[in-house]
């Protein structure tokens, strides 16, 4: 399907594959749609992962993103993975199917015009959660190696950048914030199954801040938040995040959106005083200074 329904001043085309199946885990297919701009390529390409708590959203969340940025020059593959539901926690597997699916993009990428060396994650939430533990752990021991016979799992998941949107980078403190404002939907336990005070050390290691290091810092990030969220606590999220990259060396920027909330990402780009309008050029800046 192609569709020329670009940002408003920016007309072209792009093409729309929509129900991609990057993979099947478990007996679940697993898909996104894909942007990809005319021309022979190959272009950067941008993984993007929907938010909701992990346990709602879907790739149609980048349905204002995909096209904005294949207009110029980025394929975006906007994908999902497998949500919580009562009775069904989703960590790791949920970090199981974001792995696929940028192994996917990877080893298929002649087929959809990417350049498998110039790929960045971009996520939304929990969205930002998994971006930001794919790009710091997914080659790690801890978490490769989960499904072999995946098409692609031998690939690695290393990329060049990252761009979380006031993502959840802590676990725990996402917990303790959920317990004294969200005690009706306590989205990390839904996530892992189990209350932290069960078992910390498993929100440690599920948590993108437990895996920076000095020694493992080539990845750029671009970290975004609103300081109107009252789902995620910026200062001890994406705050907190931002200064423990910095300290391990890595190219670390923020941007901050003054009285913003949580879930704009959805919102077309071209409203006025649109959040992801004043979004756009930034990120726009970044992906080709580090893309």
Same mark, same amino acid.
């Given at each position: 399907m192609t569709s020329s329904a670009v940002a408003p001043g920016q007309p072209g085309k792009f093409e729309l594959r929509q129900g991609v199946e990057f993979v099947q885990h478990d007996g679940i297919s697993l898909a996104g749609d894909m942007y990809i701009p005319p021309g022979d390529g190959p272009f950067p390409a941008v993984i993007a992962i929907h938010g909701g708590g992990w346990q709602v959203g879907g790739p149609f969340a980048y349905a204002h993103w995909g096209p904005w940025l294949a207009a110029r020059g980025y394929v975006v593959f906007a994908v999902t993975y497998r949500l919580s539901a009562p009775g069904r %926690? $989703? !960590?790791?597997?949920a970090l199981h199917d974001v792995r696929a699916a940028l192994q996917f993009a990877r080893g298929r990428a002649a087929d959809f015009k990417i350049d498998p060396e110039r790929i960045a994650l971009m996520g939304d939430s929990a969205g930002g959660h998994l971006a930001s533990l794919t790009a710091l752990a997914g080659d790690h021991p801890h978490f490769a190696g989960a499904y072999p016979h995946d098409p692609y799992a031998t690939l690695s998941t290393r990329v060049k950048a990252v761009v979380p949107i006031y993502g959840v980078f802590d676990l725990l403190a996402q917990w303790q914030h959920d317990i004294e404002v969200r005690t009706r939907d306590m989205i990390t336990e839904k996530l892992m199954g189990f209350a932290a005070i069960d078992d910390k050390r498993a929100y440690f290691d599920a948590s993108p801040l437990a895996w920076i290091s000095g020694r493992n810092n080539a990845t750029a990030f671009l970290v975004v938040w609103g300081t109107r969220?009252? $789902?995620?606590?910026?200062?001890?999220?994406?705050? @907190? !995040? *931002?200064?423990? *990259? %910095?300290?391990?060396?890595? !190219?670390?920027?923020? @941007? @901050? *959106?003054?009285g913003a909330p949580h879930f704009w990402v959805v919102d077309p780009l071209d409203e006025a005083g649109s959040h992801n309008g004043f979004l756009a050029p930034r990120l726009l800046r970044f992906l080709q200074l580090r893309l």
């Open positions: %926690k $989703t !960590f790791p597997e969220d009252d $789902t995620v606590d910026y200062r001890n999220q994406s705050e @907190v !995040f *931002l200064r423990a *990259l %910095k300290q391990a060396g890595h !190219f670390a920027r923020p @941007v @901050v *959106l003054e």
